[in-house]
């Protein structure tokens, strides 16, 4: 079993910058991937926007990169998403998630963790 919990969001202006942070808790020293995502108000959930391997391996796809970044503290097992020059259309509660395979595919996610709001506005 794996239990996330996400932390870091909160109200920023645009052009500002976020780091949200998952928490990973396992009962098993199976490895798993952590995957992103987020769900805008009254919009379905979004395909991921970041990856990453328990080695490192990292995945943002072509419209994020740039602005989003990906990192893993495994001493804390910790994964954290930078969002940098975040815009409205950002808002939305973002998700942390886990996968015994290298996927983009949320179907694949097993875990989730709660979610935790990012707010952009002026």
């Known amino acids: 079993q794996v239990q996330l919990v996400e932390s870091g969001g909160g109200l920023v202006q645009p052009g500002g910058s976020l780091r949200l942070s998952c928490a990973i808790s396992?009962?098993?020293?199976?490895?798993?991937?952590i995957g992103w995502f987020r769900q805008a108000p009254g919009k379905k959930r979004e395909g991921v926007l970041a990856?990453?391997?328990?080695?490192?391996?990292?995945y943002i796809p072509n419209s994020y990169e740039g602005r989003f970044t990906i990192s893993r503290d495994n001493a804390k097992d910790t994964v954290h998403l930078q969002i940098n020059n975040l815009k409205p259309e950002d808002t939305a509660v973002y998700y942390c998630?886990?996968?015994?395979?290298?996927?983009?595919?949320?179907?694949?996610?097993?875990?989730w963790g709660q979610g935790t709001q990012v707010t952009v506005s002026s």
């Open positions: 396992r009962s098993t020293k199976d490895n798993y991937a």
């Open positions: 990856i990453i391997g328990s080695d490192g391996t990292t």
């Open positions: 998630a886990a996968s015994r395979w290298w996927t983009v595919d949320e179907k694949n996610y097993d875990f």
